[in-house]
């Protein structure tokens, strides 16, 4: 809980894109609570307050708009950019906290480019 203060608990509904437009998509959630919609490539990511989670999923549904997954993760509050040595090192890290059995999730702050992760998949 020592850094619990760089991140917020947010809901997080992840929507295809398919032929579906970012308008579309906003005029769907945003009367729903929705506070932003990120544009992850191939995907929306519809983020919200926990509290809103319900109100934005039933809003898709009802607009007849398929999604992924809902969540309520915790979400950074700023990301750290990080090179490849650090990216290396955190995914080290991660790795290793995924094996531990007392660790139920994990969250990072660190924001690992496109082309950091292109030079560590090498």
Same mark, same amino acid.
């Given at each position: 809980?020592? *850094?619990? &203060?760089?991140?917020? /608990?947010k809901?997080?509904?992840? *929507?295809?894109?398919?032929?579906?437009?970012?308008?579309?998509l906003? =005029?769907?959630?945003?009367?729903?609570? #929705?506070?932003?919609?990120?544009?992850?490539?191939?995907?929306?990511?519809?983020?919200?307050?926990p509290t809103?989670? $319900?109100?934005? /999923?039933?809003?898709?549904?009802?607009a007849?708009?398929? &999604?992924?997954? #809902?969540e309520?993760?915790?979400?950074?509050?700023?990301?750290?950019?990080?090179?490849?040595?650090? #990216? /290396?090192? $955190?995914?080290? =890290? $991660?790795? *290793?906290l995924?094996?531990?059995?007392d *660790?139920q999730?994990? &969250?990072?702050?660190?924001?690992?480019s496109?082309?950091?992760? #292109?030079?560590?998949d090498?």
């Amino acid at each position: 809980g020592s *850094v619990s &203060y760089l991140f917020n /608990r947010k809901g997080v509904v992840i *929507v295809p894109k398919g032929e579906l437009t970012e308008d579309d998509l906003m =005029l769907a959630v945003l009367e729903a609570g #929705a506070e932003e919609i990120n544009d992850h490539g191939d995907s929306f990511e519809v983020v919200s307050e926990p509290t809103d989670l $319900v109100a934005v /999923r039933t809003a898709l549904q009802n607009a007849g708009i398929d &999604y992924d997954s #809902a969540e309520s993760p915790l979400v950074p509050t700023m990301f750290v950019p990080v090179d490849e040595e650090a #990216a /290396r090192k $955190v995914l080290k =890290l $991660v790795d *290793v906290l995924e094996d531990c059995d007392d *660790v139920q999730e994990i &969250y990072t702050n660190a924001d690992i480019s496109d082309e950091v992760m #292109a030079l560590i998949d090498e």
